[in-house]
């Protein structure tokens, strides 16, 4: 996951399938266990999202950084 992270940061492609990208990784890392390495992803791919109009996409990331969150402890932050 870690080496899918950097390529994913250097990938050349366009906005919205690198946002893509980061929130699958993030979703991994959530699944993983690792909510703090998944939140710095998610949290570029829903900024992303926003900007470049993909509601559903957004809606999705921005579940699974509620997620990531809550795994964390972070409660203030998941449910808001």
Known sequence: LD?????????HADEATR??????LGEAYTAHGLPDR??????????????????SETAATLAALGEA????????????
Do not use: I, S
């Open 38 to 55: 998944a939140t710095p992803l998610l949290e570029r791919a829903l900024a992303t999202q926003r900007r470049l109009g993909r509601d």
């Open 19 to 24: 946002a893509r990208l980061e929130a699958t």
């Open 69 to 80: 969150h809550r795994l964390a402890g972070r409660v203030d932050k998941a449910e808001a």
């Open 3 to 11: 080496v899918g992270a950097a390529r994913a940061a250097a990938l």
